[in-house]
């Protein structure tokens, strides 16, 4: 009997029946479930080392793994007591709390890695739950935190922090920003958010915490591994790996907004051939069509593409092309994909999602049917004509207003799964280019998910603008997003979009751009300059030209110095890309990746390790004389510009010049850097 004061003076007696001292443990196969009223939840082992949890108001737990590939079964132990319940996977174990299902985890050192919050006054404060109709809820899933705590991946974001520690992260893709909800923590613990709701990552000193804004349950996966390493490996076989890159997709990347027509292009492709520079792919951009959704060359400017292929292909160069998921109404697509539901719809109003060049709509690649129609456009337009390459822009997909409540895919509303898009216009692509039986596949593309990687996607950090503060935030952005499965990244050397600079001060920019793209896993020239030519009969300028000759000749001596420097770092590069491929081991990363018993090394965001031998301290402000440069401790280190040695372990002031990037190789490599 419990006796419960209700107001003053008066008592209320409350009998519990034998039934409400019962058990609120039960097992299934490899599962731990806890039930009490208004809520249930699965704890389950998923792979080595590996916890997943699910739990849902509406008391039924889905079987939706999104983009998780299934791991081998493994038998946990589970042990139920008085009080609380245990399940133990390897090194990895929760214990939960029976009267109201506080969960904390636990390494096999008895080390907590992870506690649900505890609030005296809310009850099962930990895992809110708000009903939005249905079985769908607002969710918010909250952590006890660390103020020491580091916090690293979760996609891109142009934050200017490596440590997540601190930040508060949309979850959602925009131009820019790319969410993938996995982050792994100084204390040893990998976390997989497996939600592809719109939402919300808070990793505040006091809390860490997941929010989705529309959601049937709250899911995610947590593992436990020693190193940064053996985390990043873990994720990637829970999500899968890249293919091997192709020989062509580690040199020079050549592009620009825009090259109009066959002859523009086919000028600058000649010209790099005649002063004999290294290229490898040469970008045809946006509004090559004659009608957005039209996917396909407009014959006025592109009179012969198939030629213009097939020498390419003779000067040993791939061509790469823009084929947007947009639809204009104009289009002569767009009757078959509106009466399929091949498009995207809107909850309500007009089926419009972006005003650029003409009002257009998206196609729907959610749907089989959507993804097997832009494909057979690609491959009739473009594939025919040896075309192998294809960059995805517009992919998160970019809307104005950005409304995703109003939003209908054929997998659902906007709120509930808009993150997936990037994945689904890759898959369609992929699987396109892999029915015709192409090996090699390498395609570019603005956004993306958990498990994108699978689909031979090269990700880059979207339209950014060209100055000094830009750069050094994507040093940071990329060395997160490699934590996150995505070997293959970069950002458009130069900036996309002009910062106001002097020629002067944009050309130190740019040579300092183009010294870091050289030692980023992909290395592409793009961008928007300025002065803008208007093409008669297009909707869309071109901009000045953006070749490594356009800046005058100090520029063009050190961008070209640095192509060869590229070509040299090739059979390096494509041996790590092979690695990356078969265990998910980045090529950049951080330099706690490989020295994570080093302090120091958790604290720099600066520098990072280009595969296992080569340090990068790339030089991020103007007018540098000096860069500050720590060498971890325990190996050797040998400046690859003059062959001094170095020992580990501390801060040097190291001198630079505008002709050179400071790198330091180690493991006996015997990569220089030619002064000449």
């Known amino acids: 009997m419990i006796i419960i004061p209700v107001l003053a003076g008066i008592l209320f007696t409350l009998n519990i029946s034998a039934q409400d001292t019962e058990s609120r443990f039960s097992t299934d196969k490899n599962s731990l479930i806890w039930e009490n009223e208004g809520e249930l939840f699965r704890i389950e082992a998923f792979g080595d080392n590996t916890l997943r949890f699910r739990s849902s108001r509406s008391l039924h737990i889905t079987e939706e ?96 922090c490596l440590n997540l520690k601190g930040t508060v992260l949309e979850l959602a893709q925009k131009n820019t920003q790319i969410s993938i909800p996995f982050f792994i923590s100084s204390k040893g613990y990998g976390f997989i958010w497996n939600n592809p709701s719109i939402g919300r990552a808070d990793f505040s000193l006091t809390h860490t915490s997941f929010t989705a804004k529309y959601a049937r349950q709250i899911d995610y996966f947590i593992f436990q591994e020693d190193t940064p390493a053996g985390l990043v490996r873990k994720y990637s076989d829970m999500t899968g790996k890249a293919p091997e890159m192709p020989e062509y997709g580690a040199g020079f990347w050549q592009s620009k907004l825009r090259y109009y027509s066959q002859e523009d292009l086919m000028k600058v492709a000649r010209e790099y051939k005649k002063r004999n520079l290294p290229v490898s792919v040469i970008v045809a951009d946006f509004f090559h069509w004659p009608e957005t959704g039209d996917w396909k060359f407009d014959p006025e400017y592109w009179p012969d593409p198939k030629g213009m292929v097939e020498e390419l292909e003779a000067m040993g160069i791939k061509l790469l092309v823009s084929v947007w998921p947009t639809v204009n109404m104009n289009s002569e697509n767009y009757q078959t994909l509106r009466k399929n539901n091949y498009l995207i719809r809107p909850e309500n109003g007009v089926n419009t999602f972006l005003p650029f060049a003409g009002y257009l709509t998206y196609i729907d690649p959610f749907h089989p049917g959507a993804r097997e129609f832009l494909w057979s456009k690609l491959k009739q337009n473009y594939y025919d004509i040896g075309i192998r390459m294809f960059w995805l822009d517009e992919s998160e997909p970019e809307m104005e207003p950005l409304d995703y409540e109003n939003v ?224 971890p401790d325990g190996p050797e280190w040998v400046d690859a510009l003059s062959g001094k040695k170095y020992k580990g372990g501390k801060t040097i002031d190291y001198k630079v010049s505008i002709d050179n990037i400071p790198v330091f190789t180690r493991n006996n490599s015997d990569f220089r850097i030619d002064q000449n």
């Open 65 to 160: 793994n999104w983009n998780i590939l299934d791991q081998p079964e493994v038998i946990p132990e589970i042990k139920i007591m008085p009080g609380k319940a245990v399940i133990i996977n390897g090194t990895i174990r929760a214990e939960i709390r029976e009267r109201d299902g506080l969960i904390t985890y636990l390494n096999n050192k008895d080390e907590i890695l992870l506690k649900e919050a505890f609030h005296h006054h809310v009850p099962r404060f930990a895992r809110q739950y708000d009903s939005k109709g249905s079985d769908h809820f607002e969710i918010i899933l909250t952590f006890v935190a660390e103020k020491d705590e580091h916090i690293y991946g979760m996609g891109q974001y142009p934050n200017d």
């Open 408 to 631: 209908r895919y054929y997998r659902g509303n906007g709120l509930e799964v808009s993150s997936l898009y990037p994945y689904y216009l890759s898959k369609a692509i992929y699987e396109g280019q892999v029915n015709e039986g192409q090996e090699e596949i390498i395609n570019l593309t603005r956004s993306g998910w958990i498990g994108i990687q699978r689909f031979g996607t090269v990700l880059w950090s979207g339209d950014i603008y060209g100055d000094f503060e830009t750069l050094r935030r994507q040093v940071k952005a990329g060395l997160n997003i490699s934590l996150c499965g995505i070997p293959w990244w970069n950002s458009d050397i130069g900036g996309f979009f002009d910062s106001g600079l002097s020629k002067k001060d944009f050309n130190e920019v740019l040579i300092r751009w183009f010294q870091y793209g050289t030692f980023c896993p992909v290395m592409r020239l793009h961008g928007q300059r300025k002065p803008y030519t208007k093409i008669e009969g297009s909707p869309m300028h071109t901009g000045a030209p953006n070749e490594v000759w356009s800046y005058g000749e100090e520029a063009y001596g050190i961008m070209s110095r640095y192509l060869r420097i590229r070509e040299k770092l090739k059979p390096y590069i494509l041996e790590n890309m092979k690695k990356a491929s078969a265990d998910g081991t980045p090529m950049m990363r951080p330099l706690f990746y490989d020295f994570p018993d080093d302090k120091q090394c958790w604290e720099v965001e600066d520098q990072y390790m280009f595969g296992p031998d080569l340090l990068v301290a790339p030089i991020l402000e103007a007018g540098a004389k000096t860069r500050s440069i720590y060498l």
